[in-house]
């Protein structure tokens, strides 16, 4: 079992789904990622708040396997982002970012924190990443995230950055503009073209598309009676798909289809409820349950 190195946002987000509204909650991009992380392996955090966020916000890292040493505290407020969406969930607004402490964030790696193993860069700017990745040491694998803002506005560092990562994990829409491809079987050997071994595509509802050397795995998303706040699901199946790969003996073929599975689990639960609230109540036993579940979803015989 290896532990995680992550860097990204933790914020105070506000969203307004159909099915009701929260405002200034802890989430963030790092957060989702390490408590999703937490149920497979151990993760070390590295962040940004300011000085709003107290002991009560720090209680979601609270008895999980989460290192928070790297996790600076300044002078400001933290991180707050707004998205609104849409009747069916699959499109959101995003109604302000306002980076506040983020603005000025360089990430510094604690010396315990050098050696990491696994490192899965969350969506902050590539320079950051790039900066990131110079101060580990030779991790053994690579995880990133990006999003629009960066692919539009960085592209030559964003491609510095898939020039060093093992994996990327991004959404459809996002890989159709960083490939310049709508079709998305194509989209994804060209951004394998640009660096990563593996590309993999969260589609949402609709479930994750991987590449593999002789063709694709795909799963579908788990159909849910319950669904509230798509918030942090990409950032939550990173968490069980990077943090899965983590806990296993060796990285093959198999686990990393069985990892695809743990981060569909773990995204399954996240959208259940509004911010981490599923997230802070889930138990191993019904992660262990739900893996089950997508296995009788996708299973059938052979002709
Ligand atoms: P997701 O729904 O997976 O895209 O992730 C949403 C999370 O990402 C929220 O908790 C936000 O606080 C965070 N987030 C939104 N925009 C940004 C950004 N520009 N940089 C870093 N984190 C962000």
């Known amino acids: 079992m290896r532990p995680i190195l992550t860097v990204g946002s933790v914020a105070f987000d ?32 590295v962040g940004v708040v300011g000085d709003d966020f107290v002991d009560e916000h720090l209680a ?45 964030f360089r990430p510094q790696i604690p010396d ?25 040491e030779a991790p053994e ?21 898939l020039a060093r990562v093992h994996v990327l994990v991004i959404n459809d829409a996002e890989a159709r503009e960083l490939s310049g491809e709508a079709n998305l079987v194509k989209a994804a050997r060209l951004i394998q073209a640009m660096g990563p071994e593996r590309v993999v595509i969260k589609r949402g509802e609709y ?27 990409g950032d939550t199946f990173a968490g069980g798909f990077v943090g899965y790969l983590a806990a296993a ?3 093959t073929d198999d686990v990393v289809t069985q990892a695809i599975i743990a981060g569909s689990t773990m995204a399954s639960f996240a959208v259940e409820d509004f911010g981490l609230d599923r997230l802070m109540a889930l138990t191993e036993p019904q992660v262990k349950e739900r893996f089950r579940e997508f296995k009788r979803l996708t299973h059938f015989e052979a002709l």
């Open 14 to 45: 506000s969203v307004k789904t159909p099915f009701g509204e929260v405002s200034r909650v802890v989430a963030g991009a790092a957060t989702y990622f390490s408590i999703a992380a937490s149920f497979f392996t151990d993760v070390r955090l």
């Open 112 to 136: 315990s924190f050098r050696s990491s193993p696994f490192v899965f860069l969350a969506n902050i700017h590539p320079a950051l990443q790039l900066d990131v990745l110079d101060q580990v």
């Open 207 to 233: 479930g994750v598309l991987m590449t593999r050397d002789d063709g694709f795995f795909a799963v579908p998303g788990l159909p849910l009676e319950d669904v509230y706040d798509p918030t942090g699901a």
């Open 60 to 104: 979601v890292f609270a008895g999980r396997r989460i290192d928070l040493d790297g996790l600076q505290r300044v002078a400001g407020e933290t991180f707050r982002w707004r998205g609104e969406y849409n009747f069916d969930l699959n499109t959101r607004e995003t109604i302000y970012t306002h980076l506040n402490v983020f603005e000025d």
């Open 249 to 251: 003996p060796a990285i």
């Open 141 to 161: 694998f690579v995880a990133l995230d990006t999003m629009n803002y960066w692919i539009e506005g960085t592209p030559y560092e964003l491609r510095r950055v």
